[in-house]
């Protein structure tokens, strides 16, 4: 495989991931608006320390 279409399906592979995390928090916001689930305060710590320290 050329080095070209290495970065290209890299990048398909961050587009899909991105794509997947943005409908999970969309889906957990959805369940903390409907009380469903836990506290809104719980769930966006958990964000922050999951990604706080990786790059975006």
Do not use: H, W
């Amino acid at each position: 495989m050329s080095p070209a279409q290495q970065v290209l399906d890299y990048q398909r592979e961050i587009d899909e991931n991105q794509k997947q995390i943005r409908e999970m928090v969309t889906e957990s916001c959805c369940d903390i608006a409907a009380g469903k689930g836990r506290d809104c305060n719980e769930f966006f710590e958990e964000l922050e320390k999951r990604y706080s320290n990786d790059r975006i």
